[in-house]
């Protein structure tokens, strides 16, 4: 998650000051240099007392050109402003980077630190779900499903973030809770690098000549992420996967990779399946047409 456009845009938790709404839009917009001259000289012309300034870090944090850059600013809201209406959202924004980046242990911590000290944030329904994910894969099926419940409790109108939580809560089952604990513990488990085969050179009979036949017949896709990290990409790619959906990888700004799912042969279709690969990967899924 290199560019800042992609992690404003997929953040379910968006500034809402119009001046950091507009910053937060060129950064999605690919004007990501502009957006971040602007940002920081807000946050230098502005004092850590001033109201404003934790909202202006999350801002910085949003539209940061790296991931250190983001957890930076992320991690300052959450140590020295705990009091601010960002604080929260700084914390569940640095645990789900650190379960997109592999470090399940502690995304697990910062989702408990949000669940003791801000019990009633709104956050929470979404702290529950990438919480679950993240204690799921710990062999902790007790703790995800305690989590699950909690966000569901507290998920009020947000049907479709509701429908992920029912989705997900579907393990907490007895059996399967004394299966995830009769597991080996997750820190002796290494996580395997997935690597792909480049693909054999195409024989003569094989070779397609150049068409737009599949472009024109299937030419929407679901744009699941846009990162830059190995290991994030791996993740999101193998969980396209196992859903069902093909994966293809699209060169974008600052060293991103776009992930897509796919193909579909309309826009509707396309829009029908948001809220699946949502369901799977989170953040904010959305149409796009194949280049």
């Given at each position: 998650?290199?560019?800042?456009?992609?992690m404003?845009?997929?953040?379910?938790?968006?500034?809402?000051?119009?001046?950091?709404?507009?910053?937060?839009?060129?950064?999605?917009?690919?004007?990501?240099?502009s957006?971040?001259?602007?940002?920081?000289?807000?946050?230098?012309?502005?004092?850590?007392?001033?109201?404003?300034?934790?909202?202006?870090?999350?801002?910085?944090?949003?539209?940061?050109?790296?991931?250190?850059?983001?957890?930076l600013?992320?991690?300052?809201?959450?140590?020295?402003?705990?009091?601010?209406?960002?604080?929260?959202?700084?914390?569940?924004?640095?645990?789900?980077?650190?379960?997109?980046?592999g470090?399940?242990?502690?995304?697990?911590?910062?989702?408990?630190?949000?669940?003791?000290?801000?019990?009633?944030?709104?956050?929470?329904?979404t702290?529950?779900?990438?919480?679950?994910?993240?204690?799921?894969?710990?062999?902790?099926?007790?703790?995800?499903?305690?989590?699950?419940?909690?966000?569901?409790?507290?998920?009020?109108?947000?049907?479709?973030?509701?429908?992920?939580l029912?989705?997900?809560?579907?393990?907490?089952?007895?059996?399967?809770?004394?299966r995830?604990?009769?597991?080996?513990?997750?820190?002796?488990?290494?996580?395997?690098?997935?690597?792909?085969?480049?693909?054999?050179?195409?024989?003569?009979?094989?070779?397609?000549?150049?068409?737009?036949?599949?472009?024109?017949?299937?030419?929407?896709?679901?744009?699941?992420?846009?990162?830059?990290?190995?290991?994030?990409?791996?993740?999101?790619v193998?969980?396209?996967?196992?859903?069902?959906?093909?994966?293809?990888?699209?060169?974008?700004?600052?060293?991103?990779?776009?992930?897509?799912?796919?193909?579909?042969?309309?826009?509707e279709a396309?829009?029908?399946?948001?809220?699946?690969?949502?369901?799977?990967?989170?953040?904010?899924?959305?149409?796009?047409?194949?280049?």
């Open positions: 998650m290199l560019a800042a456009a992609p404003a845009a997929q953040s379910p938790m968006p500034p809402t000051t119009p001046r950091f709404v507009e910053i937060t839009r060129l950064a999605q917009e690919g004007y990501g240099d957006a971040r001259t602007v940002i920081a000289r807000i946050l230098t012309q502005t004092k850590p007392t001033d109201a404003a300034f934790p909202e202006a870090l999350y801002t910085a944090a949003a539209v940061a050109k790296t991931l250190p850059d983001a957890r600013h992320y991690a300052r809201i959450a140590v020295e402003f705990p009091d601010s209406p960002w604080a929260d959202k700084s914390i569940l924004r640095l645990a789900q980077l650190d379960y997109g980046s470090n399940s242990e502690t995304s697990v911590m910062r989702i408990k630190r949000l669940f003791t000290d801000y019990p009633e944030s709104a956050v929470i329904p702290a529950a779900l990438f919480g679950a994910r993240a204690a799921f894969e710990r062999r902790d099926g007790a703790l995800a499903c305690d989590w699950l419940t909690r966000g569901l409790q507290q998920v009020g109108n947000d049907v479709e973030l509701k429908n992920q029912e989705y997900a809560r579907q393990r907490c089952t007895p059996e399967e809770i004394a995830l604990a009769a597991l080996p513990n997750a820190d002796s488990i290494k996580r395997p690098v997935i690597q792909t085969p480049p693909p054999p050179a195409p024989t003569p009979s094989q070779v397609t000549p150049p068409t737009t036949a599949r472009t024109a017949a299937s030419p929407w896709r679901v744009q699941a992420a846009a990162i830059s990290d190995a290991s994030a990409i791996r993740r999101v193998q969980q396209l996967e196992q859903a069902g959906f093909t994966v293809y990888r699209v060169a974008g700004p600052n060293g991103l990779t776009k992930l897509q799912a796919g193909p579909f042969a309309t826009r396309a829009a029908a399946a948001v809220a699946k690969v949502k369901g799977v990967v989170g953040g904010g899924p959305f149409v796009v047409k194949a280049p």
